[in-house]
């Protein structure tokens, strides 16, 4: 079956580093996607990866090993509108995205 | 532009009854999708159009929901016979098919469904 994982909630404190990590099994591989979602709103694209290693935008930078089936998503310099959920999704072999439950990114002052 | 609406933004309605929801994408986006999400959970994929055909349905979704997209823009996503059971956001997202495989979606608002 495909399956992604990624951890239900954590919590960081403002102005600091938060990593969220993500594992896959998918049937076939083209591209990791993470998306921001604030309560009650839609998702928005972050990031995108198909070859290994990190892309980085601004504070936020995504990391991608394929042969690990591993991904993360690195959030810097904490801000409190950064409290969200962060989903992450796979483009399988037919291109379909199969999706995390998300984690719930809770920022403390 | 305007990004992707979708209306109703919030439905109540009572088992047994049909709701019918609509999605206007990006007007450029030739690709358009539903999903449905629940608390605390990924969006899960519902169906999917490409111009105005439907090319993919979810093995999970019941002969009761149906979506059209006619003349390959805007798209309707109709329940019969509500169940509580399908109380959820039911999200449309739009793209455009890219040459180097980012189908990266916009997704619109959702509409909040909730069957009494």
């Known amino acids: 079956g495909q399956n992604i994982d990624q951890p239900t909630e954590m919590t960081a404190t403002e102005g600091a580093i938060v990593q969220i990590n993500c594992t896959y099994q998918?049937?076939?591989?083209?591209?990791l996607f993470w998306y921001q979602q604030h309560a009650g709103e839609a998702p928005t694209f972050l990031s995108y990866n198909v070859l290994d290693g990190l892309e980085e935008k601004g504070r936020f930078s995504s990391f991608l090993s394929r042969s690990k089936g591993y991904s993360y998503l690195l959030l810097k310099e904490l801000q409190m509108k950064d409290s969200a959920s962060y989903l992450c999704a796979v483009s399988d072999s037919n291109y379909q995205l199969i999706w995390g439950a998300g984690t719930k990114l809770i920022i403390k002052p | 532009d305007t990004g992707v609406s979708q209306d109703p933004r919030h439905k109540i309605t009572k088992r047994g009854q049909n709701v019918t929801f609509r999605c206007d994408p990006i007007?450029?986006?030739?690709?358009l999708y539903w999903y449905r999400q629940t608390l605390g959970q990924g969006p899960e994929f519902l169906t999917y159009?490409?111009?105005?055909?439907?090319?993919?349905k979810s093995r999970l979704l019941s002969d009761r929901f149906s979506a059209e997209r006619p003349k390959g823009s805007f798209s309707t996503l109709e329940i019969q016979r509500t169940e509580q059971g399908d109380s959820a956001m039911y999200l449309c997202?739009?793209?455009?098919?890219?040459?180097?495989?980012?189908?990266?979606?916009?997704f619109g608002a959702g509409s909040r469904l909730t069957v009494l």
């Open positions: 007007s450029e986006h030739n690709r």
């Open positions: 998918t049937s076939g591989f083209n591209g």
């Open positions: 159009f490409q111009n105005e055909a439907q090319l993919e």
């Open positions: 997202a739009s793209s455009l098919e890219g040459i180097d495989g980012a189908n990266v979606l916009t």
